[in-house]
């Protein structure tokens, strides 16, 4: 099995949105600012639903967001 | 902190104060022996559900109005995760008590000694229950 890892970008692309905060993305993709907050600490990884939905939010592509990093 | 964690803390705070007296109490034996229904015993059960029952509804209360914007957002999918892992492992501690209790203990206990087994086994599911919650929160933060 591959071996690896999820990082995302989602800290940057809130930044790049006028500093939008966690509880507001959050509240536009339907989970609390804990949630978000574990997302962006690679601490917990979303649905595929969920993450599409931040994708959106941002209008970008989903792999955008997120990156697999395979471990060598 | 989520609001969800600090209702397991609650959880888990009102199991302790509650039900770790009636254990200490029945494992120490100072109520008198009797037969069944032992009033006794009867009345300290009783106690300690209904002190349960008033610090978890004051708690809740608390919380709810310190901060009532989390307590009614419902649950999200991280939230619903950590539910289902801890249910997962409550459930197998609630099985191998009620193994012990329905299938073991009745061959050399009787009365309040398996009653007291089966809440045992409730108490010790349910810690594990919230226990899990707290400590996933606890590792996702």
């Known amino acids: 099995m591959t071996q690896g890892s999820i990082s995302n970008r989602i800290r940057s692309l809130r930044f790049h949105h006028g500093e939008m905060s966690q509880g507001e993305l959050g509240q536009r993709i339907g ?5 978000i907050a574990a997302i962006e600490a690679g601490k ?8 599409f939905r931040i994708a959106h939010v941002f209008a970008v592509p989903l792999s955008e967001v997120f990156q697999w990093e395979t471990e060598s | ?25 029945v494992a120490s034996r100072r109520l008198p022996e009797a037969s069944l229904p032992n009033l006794n015993l009867l009345g300290l059960f009783a106690a300690a559900a209904l002190a349960q029952v008033l610090v978890l509804g004051a708690g809740r209360l608390y919380l709810g109005r310190t901060s009532p914007d989390d307590a009614r957002t419902p649950p999200d999918e991280r939230d619903s995760a950590i539910v289902r892992r801890s249910m997962s492992a409550a459930y197998y501690v609630l099985i191998a008590g ?3 209790v329905g ?11 398996i009653v007291n087994a089966a809440l045992a086994t409730i108490v010790t599911a349910e810690l594990v229950h919230y226990g899990v919650v707290v400590c996933s929160y606890r590792r996702q933060t």
């Open chain 1, 31 to 35: 989970v609390t600012r804990q949630t």
């Open chain 1, 44 to 51: 917990y990884s979303p649905s595929l639903v969920a993450a």
């Open chain 2, 1 to 25: 902190m989520p609001y969800r964690e600090k209702t397991a803390w609650l959880s888990l705070l009102a199991m302790a104060i509650t039900f770790g007296p009636y254990f200490a109490i």
């Open chain 2, 98 to 100: 009620i193994i012990v």
């Open chain 2, 103 to 113: 299938c073991v203990m009745p061959f050399s206990f009787s009365g309040w000694a």
